[in-house]
């Protein structure tokens, strides 16, 4: 994070509200920059890889060098479709034969069958205090996503007219569970508690066998907590692609759930597009964050919502924003070069830092500007008095206010879902909940004089349409009432 920073001239104040120019050099710093690394303390390696982020002061930028700040690390997906389209279509072709050559190749593991009913799996059995973890994680989830039901409501717009709105479930969903570099059952609850609680029938859970063939105990008891009725011992496009299908064993899913790496973003957009007739939650790609801080943050905070981005994935992507002047951003880097070289995964984190970069606003204003434009997936506020900025925020997935909201919450227990839109995709998307797994019908009634009252606009309308069927659906009914009324009069 040099603090030794580059100079632009940039003619036009930064507003309350995205940019709106077009969107100049998608994959990359601004063109007209020449940047160097940033050098930390003394020691800052971890197993030889070195940290470093490009610096930028938002004042000193053009408007459309700043639009090309909110580019992510590049994705080549005709590189990544040519390679997932082949598995897409010997899938469909193959079934759960191609599922398991794929995940021997893959995985590395040989699998006598590739989905397991969980009605039929004995319960797992975990430490205590992991139960306990999981259980208040459900809790929270269940409560936040059992409040997002809507109450049905009628509404008679005219006389005679009655209209609402109904929600049902999708019959049939499948959710991806991630299990590459790090398994993850916690998205295991993000994904089958809202399922349960709209009441999906049928809810596959795709997630990578262990090496033995097994299924990670702590991702099955959160499976079987939630109701989930099938686990297809799978990963990466094969899993995405037997659920679209449908396979001899793995029930066809309606719509496609869950996170993963480019592979599995690349297998769900191919197949919503597809004779598989699927849609999918969202295009949820490479974790990111964007932390906006003050003077007033603790660096060590700081720098462990970065690291705890970081280290999801050398893909990630972290972006801190300094909000004014006085922030100790040596103290940062410090505790960066700290954390890292005691972290598991702190190489994987330095290479998510190398393609991150640190951003400089003059205030408030041009920070919370620069993130609605960048439209984080997880925002966090580490700012004085936090709360009143919340308001302002047009663009993120999910936004974590003040000092005493690591992102970390969010992941696991808070009760908010943690699969949420990444890559700038928070601009037109928003996060799973409880509608993600419903469909809205509208429902119509009219009585005779509800047909009265509104049936001549209609008529009226249809005729300037040219649809003369439509008008004659309304008027011969309107005949046949005034033919009754004339019969019951005499």
Known sequence: ???????????????????????????????????????????????????????????????????????????????????????????????????????????????????????????????????????????????????????????ENMKGVKCKRVARSISSVGLYVPGGTAVLPSTALMLSVPAQIAGCKTVVLATPPSQDGSICKEVLYCAKKAGVTHILKAGGAQAISAMAWGTESCPKAEKIFGPGNQYVTAAKMILQNSEAMISIDMPAGPSEVLVIADRYANPVHVALDLLSQAEHGPDSQVVLVISGDGVDLKAIEEEISKQCQSLPRGEIALKALSHSYTVFARDMVEAVSFSNLYAPEHLIINVKDAEKWESFIENAGSVFLGQWTPESVGDYASGTNHVLPTYGYARMYGGVSLDSFLKYMTVQSLTEEGLRNLGPYVATMAEVEGLDAHKRAVTLRLQDIEARQVSGTR
């Open 1 to 155: 994070m040099d603090s030794r920073l580059l100079c632009f001239n940039r003619t036009s104040p930064t507003m309350l509200k995205p940019y709106t120019t077009r969107f100049i050099n998608p994959f990359g710093a601004p063109k007209a920059i020449s940047t160097r690394s940033c050098h930390f303390p003394a020691g800052f390696l971890c197993k030889g890889i070195k940290c470093s982020m490009k610096s930028y002061r938002l004042s000193e930028l053009t408007q459309t060098e700043v639009e090309s700040l909110k580019a992510r690390p590049r994705i080549d997906f005709f590189s990544i479709f040519s390679t997932v389209q082949p598995i897409v279509d010997d899938v469909h072709k193959r079934g759960d034969a191609a599922v398991k050559d794929y995940t021997s190749k893959f995985d590395k593991v040989e699998l006598e069958k590739i989905v397991e009913k969980v009605s039929e799996l004995p319960d797992p059995v975990l430490d205590a205090t992991i139960r306990e973890a999981f259980d208040v994680a459900y809790d929270n989830i269940y409560a936040f996503h059992a409040a997002q039901k809507s109450v049905e409501k009628s509404v």
